[in-house]
C-alpha cells in the first residue's frame, strides 16, 4: 500500500519529520506563530487522515505483519530498514496520530515562545513514536526509540514549569540508563540468534534459560522504566508536572504505552519461559503499581500529579492484563492502553485548559467551576468518569477483561486489583468535588467557557470515549488475531515444563 | 634500503606532503601579510594532492623497503582520514589564527608535517619506522600547542605536553630495545614470527610488549595514561586542540592496532586484560571526571579520554568485527569532534573566545543554528541515535560481545549513560537557560563549510551510512607481509 507512491508506513514516520521543514522559514520572523500554528495543525491532520487508511488496508484476520517494507540498511551486521504493523502497532499508530492534532490545539495559548522550534520538536517527535510502532528490525527499533528522546527532552526543559531542567534530566537519564541495557540484549541476541535483527526471525527460536532470564531482565529494565512500573516510577510525576500539556499528553497517552508495547512485543515472544518465570514478580510489581499508585493520587494537591499517579495505577492494570498470558488479559491490557491513551490524555487536556486560564493547578485554587464553566465541567466529569472505569464508558472495557482474565489464573491478583478501581473512584471523585462542585471563590482573572481550538481538541475524545465504551466489538477485533498468536507463542515450551 | 621506482611511488603521498610543506615555509617569507591564508589553500590543495595519489595506490597490498613500510587498505584508509581531518582543520585555522592573531605561516608546515608524521606511523612496518613518524608527529604538536607564544596558558601546555612527551617517548623506545634485545629483530612481521614460536614468550618480550603499550596509550590519551590530556587541550590554541583530539588520536589507533595486532597477536593472553583494564579506567574517568568540569574544552578532554576507552576496545579480539567497529568509530569520532571544538572556537564572549560552559547559556537564542548544530554534536558524542555516535558505540558493543566480552559491553553502556550527563548539560545551557553574556557566533564562510561537513557527516553516518560502510569493508585487509 502506497500514499503518493511512497510505501504508506515511511510516509507515516517521514512526513511529519519532513513537513516540520516547511516551518523552518518562520523560524525568527516576529508574528509569524499563527501561521506555523496552523501549519502544524494541518500536517498533523493530514497524518490522522493517512493513518486512517491503515485501518481500512489492515487485514483482521491475519497476524502477520502487513504493510511490510524491508531495505538493506547497513550491510554491516545485517541491520535493515524494515517496516511492519500488525493488529497491536495498528491501535497504537492510529491512537498516537489521533492524538497529536489535540496536543498542536492545546498549546494554541500553552506555548507562547519559541513556537516554531516547539511545533518542529513536535512533528519529529510524532515521526519517531510512530518509528517506534513500525520498526521489525531490532535496530531500527532501538534507534526510534532512543531517538524520542531528544524532542521530548527540548519540550520539557524548554517549555516546561520552573523546576523542568531538572524534570528534563531526569527524565532524559532514566530512559536511557533503562535502554542502554535493551542495547546490550538487542546485540546478544543477534549472536544468539543467528546473526540477525530480524524481530520475527529472532522470536521464532527457542533461546537457553540462563540467556532467557538475563536478557528478559535487562529488557525490563527499558520497558519498566517507560511504563513505568512500580520501582521505576519516580521520574513521571517529575516530568509530567513540569512539561508543557502537549508534553504531558504525549507521555501519558504514547510513550507509556511504549513500556507495555516492548513486553508484548518482545520480551513475552523472545522469551516465553522466562516470561513464565517472572510472572509472579510481575504480577506483584503491577499490583504494588495499582494500589500504591491510587494512593499516591489521593494525596496529591496539584492536578497534574494527581494524574501523574493515576497513570502509575492504570499503567499496572496493563501490565497485569499482559503477565496474565490470556486472551482476555492480554485484550485487556491493549484495551485499556488505548483507553489510558484517550483519557488521560483528555483530562491532561483539560487540565492544561484550566492552566492557561489561571496558571495553577492546585485543587484548593478551584472551586464551583460547574456555574462558571459549564461545559468544560460537564467533559471534564465525562473523562473523570471513564477514567474510574464507569460501566458505559471505555476504560470499563479494558478493565474489566483484565480483571476477568486474571481472575481465571489468579484470583486473588485479582481481587486485589479491584481495589485499585474502588481507590480510583476515591480520588477522582475527591478531584471532581473540589474542582466542579464545591463553592465559586471569585478571582482576579476571568474564567470564560471553552474556546473553539479547546472544543477542537477536546470534543473527538469525548465521542471516543463514549463511542468504545458502547461498542468495544470493531477496536477489539482488529488485534483479537495477533494477540491470539501471541498466546499461542506463550505455551510453555516441553524443556520448561521438565524444571 | 632498496630505492626502487616501486618503493618511491609507494611512499609518493608522503613525499609529495614532505616537499610541499618545505615550499610552503620557504614560500612564507614572500607572502604578504594580509595574504597569510593563501598559504592555507595552498596546504589544502597540496592536501588533496597526497588524497588523490594515496587513493591512486588503494586496494595494493605492498610491503616497501624491505617490509619497512607497508601500504595496504588498512593504512590507505586512515590516510585518507587524517587528509579529511587535516583539511576540516585548515578551513577552521584560516580565520581563527588571524582573530587570535597568530597567524604565521610556518602553522601550516608544521601541520602539514603532522600529517607527514602520522602516514608514516600508520603505514610503519617496522618499530623504529614507527618511532619516526610517532616524534615527527609529536614534535610538530609540541610547536603548534605553544603557538601563542604570549599567552602563559599555552606555553606551559607546551611545555607540559613536550616533558611527559619525551618521557613517553623514551618509555616507548625503551620497549623497542627490549623487543630488539629479546628477538633480534624490530619489524612488526619479524616480531610476529618470533612471537609465535613457543619458546619465545620470555619475561623481556613482555616487558617490551607492556612498555610500547604504554606510549601507545599516552598518545591516545588512554588513563591512566592520560593527564597531559586535560592541561594540553585547555592551553592550546583550540584549532590545534581540535586537531589533536581527533586526527592524533585517529592516527595513534592506527598504530596501536596493528602492532597489537600483527606482532603480538601469538601472545594476546598477555594483553588482553591490560587492554580491559585501560578501558575500564579511561571509560570511568573519563566519563566522571567531565561530570564536574565548568571548561568546555577540559569537558571535552576528558570525554575524549572516555572515547579512547570505547575505541580500545574494538582492540581486544582481531577479528573483522572489531576491524570494522574501531574503524567506524573512529571515522565518526573523528567529525563530531572536530565539529565540537570548531563551534567552541567561533564562540566568542566579548572578543575572546568562549570556553567556558556559561558562555553556551542561551544561545539558541541568539544564534539557533549554532545551538542546533552543538546539539547534533552532542548528542552524537554521548551515543545518541539518529547520530553517527550511536552507530559508532554499538559496533564498538557488538564487538565486545562477539570477543565474548558481554560484561565489558555492560560496563560501557552504563558509563556512557553517566557520560551523556555533562553532552545534555550543554544542550541545557544551549536551550533552557536565557542569554546574559555578550557572546557572539559568526562563522566565516571557510568556517561554514567546516562545520557543515563535520555536522553532516555525523548525521549522515547516522542515518545512511551505507557509502561509509562499503568504503570500510573495502579497508578491512591488514597486510602482514
Not at chain 1, 515472544?269 to 510472572?279: E, G, M, N, R, V
Not at chain 2, 578532554?301 to 579512547?308: D, L, M, N, T, V
Not at chain 2, 553556551?360 to 551515543?383: D, E
Request: some cysteine.
Amino acid at each position: 500500500m502506497t500514499f503518493l507512491s511512497v510505501p504508506i508506513l515511511t510516509f507515516l514516520i517521514f512526513f511529519p519529520v519532513v513537513a516540520s521543514l516547511l516551518i523552518l522559514p518562520f523560524y525568527r520572523r516576529p508574528d509569524s506563530d499563527g501561521i506555523v500554528k496552523w501549519a502544524a495543525l494541518g500536517i498533523t491532520v493530514i497524518e490522522f487522515i493517512v493513518s486512517l487508511s491503515l485501518l481500512i488496508g489492515h487485514n483482521p484476520h491475519l497476524y502477520q505483519m502487513q504493510f511490510t517494507e524491508n531495505h538493506l540498511w547497513i550491510p554491516f551486521a545485517n541491520i535493515h530498514y524494515a517496516l511492519g504493523i500488525d493488529g497491536i502497532s495498528l491501535v497504537l499508530i492510529v491512537m498516537t496520530t489521533l492524538l497529536m492534532p489535540m496536543t498542536v490545539l492545546t498549546s494554541w495559548s500553552g506555548i507562547s515562545k519559541q513556537v516554531p522550534l516547539f511545533m518542529i520538536n513536535l512533528l519529529i517527535l510524532e515521526g519517531a513514536m510512530i518509528g517506534v510502532f513500525c520498526a521489525t528490525d531490532f535496530v531500527l527499533f532501538y534507534v526510534f526509540w532512543e531517538a524520542m528522546l531528544i524532542p521530548m527532552y527540548l519540550i520539557i526543559g524548554v517549555w516546561g514549569g520552573p523546576n523542568r531542567i531538572y524534570a528534563a534530566i531526569k527524565f532524559f537519564l532514566y530512559t536511557l540508563a533503562g535502554s542502554l541495557l535493551l542495547l546490550v540484549t538487542i546485540i546478544a541476541l543477534y549472536f544468539v540468534g543467528g546473526h540477525t535483527f530480524d524481530i520475527t526471525r529472532l522470536s521464532g527460536q527457542h533461546y537457553g534459560m540462563t540467556f532467557q532470564i538475563l536478557a528478559f531482565l535487562a529488557m525490563f529494565a527499558a520497558f519498566a522504566v517507560k511504563i513505568p512500573m512500580f520501582p521505576f516510577h519516580t521520574w513521571l510525576p517529575d516530568a509530567h508536572v513540569e512539561a508543557p500539556t502537549a508534553g504531558s499528553v504525549i507521555l501519558a497517552s504514547i510513550m507509556l504505552k511504549m513500556g507495555a508495547y516492548g513486553f508484548l512485543r518482545f520480551s513475552l515472544p523472545l522469551f516465553p519461559d522466562a516470561s513464565h518465570f517472572f510472572t509472579p514478580f510481575m504480577l506483584t510489581l503491577s499490583i504494588i503499581a495499582i494500589i500504591w499508585g491510587a494512593f499516591m493520587a489521593l494525596a496529591q494537591e496539584d492536578m497534574k500529579k494527581l494524574i501523574a499517579y493515576s497513570s502509575v495505577s492504570h499503567m499496572g492494570v496493563v501490565t497485569l492484563g499482559i503477565f496474565v498470558f490470556n486472551v482476555q488479559g492480554i485484550e485487556g491490557a491493549l484495551m485499556q492502553m488505548l483507553n489510558h491513551g484517550i483519557t488521560t490524555g483528555a483530562l491532561f487536556l483539560c487540565i492544561g485548559v484550566l492552566y492557561d486560564r489561571s496558571h495553577s493547578r492546585l485543587l484548593s485554587e478551584y472551586g464551583g467551576l460547574a456555574k462558571q464553566m459549564p461545559v468544560y465541567s460537564t467533559l471534564l466529569v465525562i473523562f473523570a468518569l471513564s477514567s474510574l472505569a464507569l460501566p458505559g464508558t471505555n476504560s470499563f472495557v479494558g478493565e474489566f477483561l483484565v480483571l476477568i482474565g486474571s481472575f481465571r489464573n489468579h484470583a486473588v491478583v485479582s481481587s486485589l486489583a479491584t481495589t485499585g478501581v474502588i481507590l480510583s473512584a476515591m480520588y477522582l471523585l475527591y478531584m471532581l468535588s473540589r474542582v466542579v462542585w464545591g463553592v465559586y471563590t471569585p478571582k482576579s482573572y476571568s474564567m470564560p467557557d471553552l474556546k473553539p481550538y479547546e472544543w477542537g481538541s477536546l470534543l473527538p475524545l469525548v465521542i471516543l470515549v463514549i463511542v468504545i465504551g458502547l461498542v468495544p466489538n470493531p477496536v477489539l477485533s482488529v488485534f483479537h488475531q495477533s494477540v491470539a498468536h501471541i498466546v499461542s507463542q506463550l505455551q510453555p515450551s516441553p524443556v520448561a515444563l521438565l524444571h | 634500503m632498496n630505492f626502487s621506482p616501486v618503493n618511491i611511488m609507494g611512499t609518493m603521498p608522503e613525499i609529495y606532503l614532505t616537499v610541499l610543506g618545505s615550499l610552503l615555509l620557504l614560500m612564507e617569507p614572500f607572502v604578504p601579510k594580509e595574504k597569510r591564508s593563501w598559504l592555507g589553500y595552498f596546504a589544502i590543495a597540496s592536501l588533496f594532492f597526497a588524497m588523490i595519489a594515496t587513493i591512486g595506490l588503494n586496494g595494493k597490498g605492498l610491503p616497501l623497503y624491505q617490509g619497512l613500510y607497508i601500504i595496504d587498505p588498512f593504512s590507505n584508509f586512515f590516510k585518507v582520514v587524517i587528509y579529511v581531518g587535516t583539511i576540516i582543520t585548515i578551513l577552521f585555522s584560516l580565520p581563527y589564527l588571524e582573530k587570535e592573531d597568530i597567524h604565521i605561516g610556518e602553522y601550516y608546515g608544521f601541520l602539514l608535517f603532522a600529517a607527514v608524521g602520522m602516514m608514516i606511523m600508520v603505514s610503519a612496518g617496522d618499530l623504529i619506522t614507527l618511532f619516526l613518524g610517532i616524534e615527527l608527529m609529536s614534535l610538530c604538536f609540541y610547536v603548534l600547542v605553544g603557538l601563542k607564544r604570549t599567552i602563559h596558558r599555552s606555553v606551559e601546555a607546551s611545555f607540559k605536553y613536550f616533558l611527559l612527551g619525551a618521557f613517553a617517548a623514551a618509555i616507548f623506545l625503551y620497549g623497542i630495545s627490549l623487543l630488539y634485545g629479546a628477538s633480534g629483530t624490530e619489524t612488526i612481521s619479524g616480531l610476529s614470527a618470533f612471537i609465535q614460536n613457543p619458546g619465545a614468550l620470555k619475561p623481556m618480550v613482555i616487558a617490551g610488549m607492556i612498555l610500547t603499550m604504554v606510549g601507545f596509550a599516552f598518545k591516545v590519551s588512554a588513563a591512566p595514561f592520560h593527564m597531559w590530556t586535560p592541561d594540553v587541550y585547555e592551553g592550546a590554541p583550540t584549532v590545534v586542540t581540535g586537531f589533536m583530539a581527533s586526527v592524533g588520536k585517529v592516527a595513534a589507533f592506527g598504530v596501536f592496532l596493528r602492532v597489537f595486532w600483527v606482532a603480538f597477536s601469538a601472545n594476546k593472553d598477555h594483553w588482553t586484560w591490560l587492554i580491559i583494564t585501560i578501558a575500564i579506567l579511561s571509560m570511568l574517568i573519563g566519563n566522571i571526571v567531565a561530570l564536574v568540569q565548568k571548561n568546555i574544552k577540559r569537558m571535552l578532554a576528558y570525554s575524549s579520554i572516555g572515547h579512547a576507552g570505547y575505541a580500545v576496545i574494538g582492540l581486544l579480539n582481531p577479528s573483522r568485527e572489531s576491524l570494522f567497529a574501531l574503524m567506524f568509530y573512529l571515522f565518526v569520532y573523528l567529525f563530531m569532534t572536530l565539529g565540537a571544538f570548531g563551534i567552541v572556537l567561533i564562540l566568542r564572549r566579548k572578543g575572546v573566545e568562549g570556553e567556558e560552559i556559561q558562555d553556551f547559556v542561551g544561545l539558541n537564542k541568539k544564534n539557533p543554528m549554532a545551538a542546533f548544530l552543538m546539539l547534533i554534536f552532542m548528542f552524537s558524542l554521548a551515543g545518541i541515535p539518529p547520530f553517527g555516535g550511536f552507530l559508532a558505540k554499538f559496533y564498538i558493543f557488538m564487538a565486545a560481545v562477539h570477543a565474548g566480552f558481554t560484561w565489558l559491553a555492560v560496563v560501557g553502556v552504563l558509563l556512557s549513560a553517566v557520560g551523556a550527563y555533562y553532552y545534555i548539560r550543554v544542550v541545557m545551557a544551549m536551550y533552557m537557560k536565557d542569554p546574559e553574556e555578550t557572546v557572539e557566533f559568526l562563522p566565516n564562510r571557510m568556517e561554514k563549510i567546516a562545520l557543515f561537513l563535520t555536522a553532516s557527516m555525523t548525521v549522515l553516518m547516522g542515518v545512511f551510512p551505507l557509502p561509509f560502510v562499503h568504503y570500510i569493508e573495502t579497508s578491512l585487509a591488514i597486510l602482514v607481509p
